[in-house]
């Protein structure tokens, strides 16, 4: 119940369910109260049984440890597990993801004191894994940072206008099926802040990164990976991550290397697609529920175009 008074949960799990019709990514990974109500023991026994176990898992061990003998531990480890029950195999199936957005703008009032802002773009239906998938977060966050970092004239601008603080960000996430744009954050002119958006989006696609901005981007972010590798925790979640992926951390650094404007500019203009767009808001209004929490005020759907 916690998660209901969370603004900023609130502000993204809307996003999600604004963008996606039928994809997973659009449920809370926590379930609900009713969901949770319902989970008898047999059924929590049968998800154990079924995912939690050694052949569904990664190992990442990273730091300053004698790799033979680690390995000889974690062999010796998993070896008390035994092999995999009844020889099962999981099957993932994803239902057919429609290419709109499920809902142009969802808006919804809570005991927030300033409003909350994130605009969402639903990228286009693809399976990708390896290093096209890197290669696609590579290209895309470089033109959003070029678009709306904070060394950006469009930041700048809407900084200095009052229209966001140092809080706005824009980021790029994608998994193996499904993959999405997000930038936002609090502003007392929301309305204002969606339009200098979508302008700013739609010039971005139309006319790509400037020469400069593209070999600025492409080297800060270099530099940065490289002085990533220094951390032992970061190095151990992007091994775990991108194996899941099909992709290890030197896709990346090949990716900095050797990408083009003109594939950062091709990436982008495939993105950007306001049939695509959502827009998620947080306004000021909520109430105080007699049996505890906030509750919403107000909850806005509008269609697609609306």
């Known amino acids: 119940r916690m998660y209901e008074d969370d603004p900023g949960r609130n502000l993204f799990v809307q996003l999600m369910q604004a963008l996606y019709h039928v994809h997973p990514v659009r449920l809370e990974i926590g379930g609900t109260v009713d969901s949770i109500r319902r989970i008898e023991v047999d059924t929590l026994y049968l998800c154990h049984r079924s995912f939690y176990r050694p052949d569904n898992a990664v190992l990442a061990i990273v730091g300053g440890v004698d790799p033979e003998r680690a390995l000889a531990e974690a062999r010796q480890a998993l070896a008390r597990h035994g092999p995999a029950p009844d020889g099962a195999v999981v ?3 994803y239902p057919e993801e429609p290419v709109p957005a ?5 808006e919804r009032c809570l005991a927030v004191s300033r409003p909350r802002l994130l605009l969402g773009i639903k990228d286009v239906p ?3 894994s390896g290093q096209e998938l890197v290669r696609r977060s590579v290209a895309i966050n470089l033109a959003l940072q070029a678009a709306f970092g904070t060394a950006s004239d469009h930041f700048r601008e809407m900084y ?3 229209l966001i603080d140092d809080g706005f960000s824009a980021r790029y996430l994608i998994d193996t099926r499904y993959a ?4 936002g954050g609090e502003t007392d002119r929301p309305d204002e802040v969606e339009q200098r958006l979508r302008e700013i989006l739609s010039r971005l696609a ?7 901005d593209f070999e600025r981007l492409r080297r800060r972010e270099l530099g940065e990976f490289i002085a990533s590798l220094d951390h032992p925790e970061w190095v151990a979640n992007s091994l775990v991550t991108l194996h899941f992926q099909g992709a290890w951390p030197g896709d990346y650094l090949e990716a900095l290397t050797s990408i083009t404007r003109e594939e950062v500019d091709a990436a982008v203009r495939e993105h950007v697609a306001p049939e695509r767009i959502a827009v998620s808001l947080v306004l000021p209004g909520g109430g105080i529920d007699p049996a505890g929490g906030f509750s919403p005020a107000a909850r806005v759907e509008r269609e697609p175009g609306a």
């Open 126 to 128: 693809a399976v990708r």
């Open 160 to 162: 200095e206008a009052g």
């Open 102 to 106: 499920r809902q142009a703008r969802v």
């Open 206 to 212: 139309d006319e790509g990164i400037g020469g400069e």
């Open 180 to 183: 999405h744009t997000l930038v």
């Open 91 to 93: 099957q993932r199936l």
